[in-house]
């Protein structure tokens, strides 16, 4: 099974460059959209062969995630269950027959670190949430973590201590899934650094490729044996975000 996880910035957008060719190309059984920023009835149904199952923020043309999917799940749930996290539409889950599937957009801290507190707040309830899924089959979350988690993460840690997605308290709320028992995927297969999901866009940062790994594919420890391989594909634009992928057997 071939899983892609993709933050878009901007879904009618990326349907104006190369959406179509890459969903064709790519054909992935489950598809994991990220800051969708806009709602079903703002795009035509045009991914032939796919279901999707939305959750949109209640402000009009931000957030939101979509799954879209060629095996249909048994159920699709929206949010993590608390009013304070589901405004957004930062939450979506797929439940299939051996997994569950949870489509994960994690709220910025913003620059000065406005919202830090929430966000601590937001991945300590996220994990409750995981974990609580976990109870009753294995969960592969995926998406826009909104953190870089290791220096070999990001091109500049050291000019990055206190900057947004690099903070040791995103980090350690990175830490506390890894403690938990997920699995970061890529870096069961890939131990150095060079390789980013993310790439300003200022400053030519994605041609220097000067960029941070963000975007992730977390595993259950029970599915790891059927993980063939993790990826990235920094070649497909139309995003400052490029996708992420994985294999399970």
């Given amino acids: 099974m071939k899983l892609l996880s993709w933050n878009v910035n901007g879904l009618r957008a990326v349907l104006r460059k190369n959406f179509l060719t890459f969903l064709e190309t790519e054909a992935p059984d489950i598809l994991a959209l990220q800051e969708t920023k806009c709602a079903p009835s703002d795009v035509e149904p045009v991914w032939p062969g796919y279901q999707a199952f939305w959750n949109s923020a209640e402000k009009k043309g931000y957030s939101g995630t979509v799954i879209l999917s060629k095996v249909a799940p048994i159920q699709v749930t929206q949010g993590m269950g608390v009013p304070e996290h589901d405004r957004e539409g930062r939450i979506v889950t797929a439940e299939f027959a051996d997994f569950f599937l949870v489509n994960v957009y994690v709220p910025n801290s913003k620059r000065e670190l406005l919202r830090l507190p929430y966000r601590q707040e937001w991945d300590r309830d996220l994990l409750v949430y995981l974990k609580g899924l976990e109870a009753s089959k ?99 634009l139309g995003s400052d975000h490029c996708p992420v992928g994985l294999e399970l057997a």
Wanted: glycine share 8%; with cysteine; charged share 25%.
């Fill in 138 to 236: 294995p969960v592969i979350f995926c998406g826009d973590l909104n953190v870089a988690h290791r220096e070999v993460d990001l091109a500049r840690p050291k000019d990055n201590v206190r900057t947004h997605g690099f903070t040791v308290e995103e980090r350690a709320g990175f830490e506390a899934f890894v403690a938990a028992g997920f699995v970061d995927t890529f870096r069961e297969f890939e131990t150095a650094g060079g390789h980013y999901t993310w790439w300003s866009q200022m400053n030519r940062a994605r041609e220097r490729n000067v960029g941070w790994r963000i975007d992730y594919f977390l595993t259950s420890a029970a599915l790891r044996p059927r993980v063939k391989r993790a990826w990235i594909h920094p070649e497909i």
